[in-house]
């Protein structure tokens, strides 16, 4: 059994810990937000004409997004949105567009098996087949 010194020291002890992580996830957030605004100043749009609107485009998105989810809790969620965040940076630097990339999944895509009707378990699958860099668009609907 533990005495209540050694209670507090263990409770402070977590407390730091804890701390520690939403520092280091703080951290990542605003690095990712720096390289987005970043890379909006530097941004070429394919067609030289639309680089300002791009430009645009992705600091308005970006503002959005950081904005709305800056309430978010928890360690795994936040760590979600992060990789969101890089993947849809990377992706547009892949594919030199801003834009979200589209996802050919209209809804019940996914048949009918032996007869069986549109179930619960189609439709689990179908929500965590969307791939992670879509996940923010999904909520806004």
Do not use: C
């Amino acid at each position: 059994m533990m005495s209540a010194g050694e209670r507090i020291w263990v409770s402070n002890a977590l407390k730091g810990t804890l701390h520690l992580m939403a520092n280091s996830l703080r951290s990542q957030v605003l690095s990712l937000y720096r390289r987005v605004l970043r890379l909006a100043r530097s941004w070429e749009a394919q067609d030289v004409r639309d680089t300002e609107v791009e430009r645009k485009y992705i600091i308005d998105e970006a503002q959005k997004l950081f904005r709305r989810n800056r309430d978010i809790r928890g360690e795994e969620n936040i760590r979600q949105h992060i990789v969101e965040g890089e993947s849809r940076l990377e992706i547009g630097l892949h594919y030199k567009s801003p834009y979200p990339r589209p996802v050919h999944m209209p809804p019940n895509t996914i048949t009918m098996r032996d007869g069986k009707a549109w179930g619960q378990g189609n439709l689990r699958r179908q929500k965590t087949s969307r791939p992670i860099y879509v996940k923010s668009l999904d909520d806004e609907t």
